[in-house]
């Protein structure tokens, strides 16, 4: 619940601006960025996601700093990765 | 600059730690205390305060927001599953809480629709696609998680959807450390500022600790280095005799915080008179509900919900730990009584409780004699 996830946005929807698809893990969702609309995202930016938001801008390195923080905790971030997975809001 | 490689640093560590002893009055100690699940778990996992004098204590506070929800509120989500036409959605963590008669894990086995979401985006779907069934969300979190909820909200309504509602629960920082420096209990001498709930808030909330209580707070990242860099600007504050905010997860953490992300929250919710929370007891504008605008929305509005108030098992001293009175190993059940698998208190049952981390990585640590080590840049163990 309180892990941010980082995820690399791949496209933005034209037709609803604050939903795009993102690369999270390997594993490709919707994420909603209407939290960022003032930042001018883009295909290629990275975003650290909560709950299916994001709620954050950040750069590449710290994206892979992120993920090998949440490798670490293990069986929370496992946790957090499956229900992202099975999250309906594809 | 490989910020993964200079955080994995391990002479750096080295360097840090050193600076930090340096800095260390003799005679006299210190006790910082870091409210963040995250912060919580890299303490533990790379045993920091063995890395640290033996005089620096870091003390556990109140930023696990499942923990602090009162039995007496997962009573009353159950309550509201109960009726037959509800699909109770929640997030995982909440699922083996323990209410005065059972978590929602108990309450599903007796027949309650409680269904696990990653998002309330998902409670939102499942709502428009079970027209006849009254989908509630519970929602948790600091500011970390209440952007979302009101986001969804705010979805709701411009799709006009009349089943989805919010039984809310989200909780908000501040009062919790005003909470905790008004405490007669515990003597701090600075804080290691949450993480992610600073993205949404960013660092001018925490002035008041340096204005009002003379004490430094620093925002930390989440690396073992990171931490240790807090604690060493801490410590240069304490010594240079300065009381600020500074911000050490600067690449994450804008000073500003998320300001879409604040105007939303205050959009569609606003702070309760007061708050119970497990183990602090009742706070005042530590907490928010729904805004009448948004009453269609509200769980609390359409049904009607117990409210009785639960006192926590007489064995259970989550309420100290929870304060940093006392450390996860010093509670008479922590091991025995209580653990992962018989959990009786919040503190053990949610990933990010004091408890849960100290028993996944710290335990161990302290039961044996052991080197302290951090991981170079090749990811090889290299002792401290």
């Keep these: ?90 | 600059m490989r910020y993964v490689d200079e955080f994995r640093d391990a002479q750096t560590a080295r360097a840090v730690a050193a600076e930090i002893a340096a800095l260390c009055e003799p005679g006299r100690r210190y006790s910082f205390m870091e409210v963040c699940g995250g912060h919580t778990h890299t303490i533990y996992k790379h045993g920091l305060e063995d890395h640290l004098p033996e005089t620096i204590r870091l003390v556990h506070g109140p930023g696990c927001p499942v923990c602090v929800i009162p039995m007496g509120r997962v009573d009353d989500a159950i309550a509201i599953a109960r009726h037959p036409d509800v699909i109770l959605t929640s997030f995982g963590d909440m699922l083996r809480i323990p209410g005065g008669t059972g978590s929602f894990l108990d309450a599903k086995a007796e027949g309650a629709d409680i269904r696990m979401v990653y998002s309330p985006l998902d409670a939102l779907k499942i709502a428009k696609n079970n027209p006849d069934r009254r989908v509630v969300f519970m929602a948790i979190g600091f500011e970390t998680t209440a952007p979302s909820t009101a986001m969804t909200v705010l979805r709701a309504a411009a799709d006009g959807i009349d089943n989805f509602s919010v039984f809310c629960n989200h909780v908000t920082i501040i009062p919790a450390l005003k909470a905790i420096l008004d405490s007669p209990d515990l003597r701090l001498d600075g804080f290691l500022g949450p993480g992610h709930v600073s993205t949404v808030i960013g660092c001018r909330p925490y002035e008041f600790i340096p204005r009002d209580h003379h004490k430094p707070l620093v925002t930390a990242g989440f690396e073992p280095l990171d931490i240790l860099a807090s604690v060493l600007m801490l410590m240069q504050q304490l010594d240079e005799g300065r009381a600020e905010v500074e911000n050490q997860y600067s690449r994450v953490v804008p000073w500003d915080g998320n300001p879409r992300a604040l105007q939303v929250i205050s959009q569609v919710m606003e702070l309760r008179p007061h708050f119970e929370w497990r183990g602090l007891g009742f706070i005042s504008s530590s907490a928010l509900q729904i805004r009448p605008d948004f009453a269609a929305f509200d769980a609390e509005r359409i049904f009607a919900i117990p409210g009785v108030r639960v006192a926590d098992p007489k064995a259970c001293q989550c309420g100290e730990v929870l304060k940093g009175v006392l450390r996860p190993w010093e509670c008479k059940v922590f091991g025995t009584a209580c653990t992962p698998e018989t959990p009786i208190g919040t503190c053990m049952v949610s990933s990010e409780g004091a408890c849960a981390a100290y028993y996944n990585f710290g335990r161990f640590r302290r039961e044996h004699v052991r080197e302290l080590t951090l991981t170079d840049a090749a990811g090889t163990a290299v002792p401290l």
């Design chain 1, 1 to 90: 619940m309180c892990l941010g996830i980082p995820g690399e946005i791949l496209e933005i929807r034209q037709d609803e601006p604050d939903l795009a698809r993102v690369d999270v893990a390997g594993v490709r969702r919707m994420v909603n960025i209407g939290l960022l609309d003032g930042e001018g995202l883009a295909p290629g930016d990275w975003i650290l996601i909560h709950v299916g938001f994001a709620l954050s801008r950040i750069d590449e390195v710290e994206a892979r700093a992120a993920m090998d923080f949440l490798q670490s905790i293990g069986q929370a971030y496992d946790d957090e990765l499956r229900a992202l997975y099975e999250s309906t809001n594809t």
